[in-house]
């Protein structure tokens, strides 16, 4: 066996494998959906359920990459003409904790690299800001979830009632239950709710990206 003396470091990026977990879970979501059986269903809502999550994750990872590749100088990140004044500036803000830390929301970090490298904001109040906000408002209430009783004669629970009717004109209902269930989390957590969660996510980073001039998430 052939021993390596010298020493040398790597780092490995998670953000597109977080996009890949999330479109095969949202696979195996839709090809278990219908088959309704009491096994198949909790592999459904499991499906369904790590690949919102795996989106949001995606989300998070790839703007966290970005700014520690500016912050180690990337090779890409000189390859794209960024100038050594812009580099310094998102490299030190990010060593200072801006927007490193868990008081900065995902998407918010987003907008704080396009200021800091003097590209325009993205647009909050439309598309596609405004389904990544959804989609990680729906990542939130999955992850910190806290039951609640349905009435279900009345049809409601006490989930916002803007957040379900958002989720209701982007998503198909999951066909296992009936308006007679809660819209989340039964309703909701459909195999099509991936798809939009999938959709969404790589269109955020594609605008994101064609604004940002950041490396594609494939090659991260």
């Known amino acids: 066996m052939i021993k390596i003396h010298e020493s040398f470091s790597t780092k490995v990026s998670l953000s597109m494998y977080h996009l890949k977990s999330a479109q095969f879970f949202s696979q ?37 990459e970005v700014f ?3 912050s180690l100088k990337s090779q890409w990140v000189l390859d794209k003409g960024f100038t050594i004044t812009t580099i310094d500036t998102i490299s030190t803000m990010w060593n200072l904790g801006i927007p490193r830390t868990a008081s900065y ?3 918010e970090k987003y907008n704080i690299f396009l200021v800091l490298s003097g590209k325009p904001k993205l647009n909050t109040g439309k598309e596609p800001y405004q389904s990544v906000l959804l989609l990680t408002r729906l990542r939130n209430e999955i992850v910190h979830y ?17 957040f379900e009717e958002d989720l209701k004109s982007k998503i198909k209902p999951n066909p296992y239950f009936t308006e007679a269930n809660s819209y ?9 709710c991936t798809e939009w ?24």
């Open 28 to 64: 195996n979501a839709k090809l278990t959906e219908a088959q309704e059986n009491d096994v198949e269903f909790i592999n459904h809502r499991s499906y369904v359920m790590n690949s919102i999550i795996s989106c949001a994750c995606c989300l998070e990872a790839y703007i966290n």
């Open 68 to 70: 520690i590749d500016f």
């Open 105 to 107: 929301k995902t998407l």
């Open 146 to 162: 806290e039951p609640e009783f349905f009435n279900y004669e009345r049809k409601e629970g006490n989930k916002s009632k803007k």
């Open 184 to 192: 989340f989390p039964d309703q909701c957590l459909s195999s099509n």
């Open 197 to 220: 969660a999938c959709d969404s996510t790589t269109k955020f980073l594609t605008h994101f990206i064609n604004i940002a001039k950041t490396k594609p998430i494939i090659n991260t």
